[in-house]
């Protein structure tokens, strides 16, 4: 992935890549200080780097879940971040519209995984010639991902990685099988989404669970196996985020974790 972004991150470095950020845009001034504190560690770390926040989120458990602040205002925010970072952004994108909008504010485009099997958005998405990335769904292979991977290509756009984002296991649960990780870097780049695939899903609450205790168990295992970036949701006070606080990793515990990795990634190349 991290040739597909050489003209916006300006970065030389054999690490890992990074996407990290809100679940969802909350408001400019907290989008700005999360990204100049993960800018100030990967910086320090020559980890690139890329912001993500969602503009809308559209998968939703109850009809009362929060979902935006405002689609064109949350997007001029990832815009005004990019811009005054100097930094490559993206968020994720639900309907065939939404690709040539957000294609406008952000870099990438990010397909949610219960999506990732919607040809027509796929291509919509990879029309618009911006880096495209495909959550692999909870209910596929490794092995299925190569056929979403075509679309993108046979659209003529060859900038597109997969995110890894575990399995369902059970009902309420996730699990992340590694072996997916060397499969699917046959196909495209291969992200692992830490947060994410920690997930407990389907609560009798409906209210989405996570483990975060188990982030840096989650993230050193991605590392190891090759995983070409790391994804990961993080906001200064999890417990007060409007979107999927259950996982996410508290901000100021980003930089450990930042460290650990680089070293991973140096004793394995």
């Known amino acids: 992935m991290i040739q597909y972004l050489d003209n916006i991150h300006h970065k030389d470095s054999n690490n890992f890549f990074l996407i990290a950020g809100p679940c969802i845009i909350e408001g400019e001034d907290m989008a700005l200080r999360i990204a ?15 912001f993500k926040g969602s503009f809308k989120k559209a998968n939703r458990s109850r009809v009362d879940s929060f979902t935006t602040i405002g689609e064109e205002k949350s997007l001029e925010i990832l815009k ?31 397909i949610p995984a219960f999506l990732v099997r919607q040809t027509d958005l796929l291509v919509a998405a990879a029309k618009t010639g ?7 769904g909870q209910f596929l292979s490794p092995e299925a991902m190569k056929f979403a991977v075509q679309k993108i290509t046979d ?66 295992a991605g590392i190891a196996v090759g995983a070409d ?16 606080g259950a996982n996410m990793l508290r901000l100021d515990l980003l930089e450990d974790l930042l460290q650990k ?9």
């Not at 100049?36 to 780097?49: A, D, G, Q, R």
């Not at 911006?130 to 692999?136: D, N, W």
């Not at 992340?176 to 009798?204: K, W």
């Open 36 to 50: 100049e504190k993960v800018i100030e560690l990967t910086n320090k770390y020559n980890i690139p780097y890329i």
């Open 80 to 110: 005004k971040v990019g811009e005054t970072f100097n930094i490559p952004t993206t968020t994720d994108i639900h309907e065939n519209e939404h690709a040539a909008l957000a294609a406008q504010y952000v870099d990438v485009l990010q």
């Open 130 to 136: 911006k880096c495209v990335t495909l959550k692999k």
């Open 155 to 220: 659209s003529d756009n060859q900038k597109v990685a997969i995110i890894e984002r575990g399995n369902s296991f059970g009902y309420t649960d996730l699990i992340v099988d590694y072996r997916g990780i060397p499969t699917m870097r046959e196909y495209a780049p291969v992200i692992l989404d830490v947060t994410h695939s920690l997930q407990q899903p389907n609560q009798s609450s409906g209210v989405t669970g996570g483990r975060p205790d188990l982030i840096e168990t989650i993230a050193k």
């Open 229 to 244: 970036g790391i994804f990961i949701e993080t906001h200064p006070t999890p417990e007060t985020a409007l979107s999927d």
């Open 261 to 269: 990795l680089t070293r991973i990634r140096e004793s394995i190349l």
